[in-house]
Structures are given as structure tokens and as C-alpha cells.
């Protein structure tokens, strides 16, 4: 049987460059997951319906599920692992506003979707410092949460969007 191929891809995720071997098919959240143990953006639906698996790259939220880690070469991955290491002063436990937040104003529950949130979350605040409700809800509206109901995802992002008020560095 043949060995499948593998190919050398380059990936810098949460700051760090990660040099590996992989199979060109594989998604860039397998290798998260599977390859670098970063485990936080979950696998929902694998066909990009639910948001679980949303990482920032270049700022903007992706898919991991839908996204070749090839495709990702060149870029700057964030996944929730890294998140709280932006906020300036931080210490290695402490949580960055925006999980905060979620964390005081429950909107976390079972906290399957709450990493995809939360990094749909700080696209948005990162465009938008003080959105609307109609513009938090668009933001999130890729985000499938089965217990929430939403409204203290919004509340939570609201109230995150008052603890950054120009708090944040450009990072
Ligand atoms: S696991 Fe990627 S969108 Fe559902
Ligand atoms: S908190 Fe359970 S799916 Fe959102």
C-alpha cells in the first residue's frame, strides 16, 4: 500500500511557528487539534454549519473544519489557547476581557460553542468597539449555541465591549 504523502508546512499560531510534516488534505483543525494539542476550537458539525471550530486567521474568523492547513501558511492563527496572552499585564492564569465577561455574565454553559464565540467576538470588537445588538448578533450569527439561547452571549459581549473601551494594545 502506498505511504500517503506528506508535504512540510509552516504554521504560526497564538505567536509561535510550528514546522511539521502532513498529509495536504488534512483541515487546519486537525492539525490544531491532533498535531499541536490545541484543543479548543472543537469539531461540531466537520461541514462548516455550526462555528465550534472558529479560529482567527489574519483577525478575521475561519473555519478550521473548511480550511486546508496549507491554506493557512503565511498567516496568524489565533486559537483560544493564546487569546488571554494578548491583553497587556496578563498573567499566564489570567482570562482576557472578553472571556471574562463570558465567564460573569454566563454566557457559557456547556462551553462547546464558547471558544468559536469568543473569537467571533473579539473580530468583531477588534472592528467595532461598541457594537450594537444587531451588529454583536450578525457577528455571531455563524455561531451555533445549543443552550444559551444567546441573549447572555450578547449581554456578554456587551459588557466585554465595555472592559476593552480602548483598553486593548493593536495586537
Ligand atoms: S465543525 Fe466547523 S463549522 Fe462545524
Ligand atoms: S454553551 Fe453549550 S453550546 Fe453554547
Redesign the pocket.
Known amino acids: 500500500m502506498d505511504r500517503p504523502v506528506k508535504c512540510a508546512i509552516a504554521l504560526t499560531v497564538n505567536g509561535t511557528l510550528h514546522e511539521l510534516l502532513s498529509e495536504p488534505r488534512r483541515t487546519l ?1 486537525e492539525v490544531l487539534r491532533e498535531d499541536l494539542g490545541l484543543t479548543g ?14 479560529v482567527l486567521l489574519d483577525g478575521k474568523p475561519v ?4 480550511t486546508l492547513a496549507a491554506e493557512a501558511q503565511g498567516g496568524e492563527i489565533l486559537t483560544i489557547e493564546g487569546l488571554a496572552d494578548l491583553w497587556p499585564g496578563n498573567a499566564p492564569e489570567d482570562l482576557h476581557p472578553i472571556q471574562e465577561a463570558f465567564v460573569e455574565g454566563h454566557g457559557i454553559q456547556c462551553g462547546f460553542c464558547t471558544p ?1 464565540m469568543i473569537l467571533s467576538a473579539k473580530a468583531l470588537l477588534d472592528e467595532t468597539p461598541d457594537p450594537t445588538e444587531v451588529q454583536i448578533r450578525e457577528a455571531i450569527s ?1 455561531q ?1 449555541c445549543r443552550c444559551t439561547g444567546y441573549a447572555k452571549i450578547v449581554d456578554s459581549i456587551q459588557d466585554a465591549a465595555r472592559r476593552l473601551g480602548g483598553g486593548e494594545t493593536g495586537r
Do not use: F, P
Open positions: 483543525l476550537a472543537k469539531e461540531g458539525c466537520g461541514v462548516g454549519g455550526c462555528g465550534t471550530c472558529t473555519r478550521a473544519c473548511l468559536g455563524g451555533v
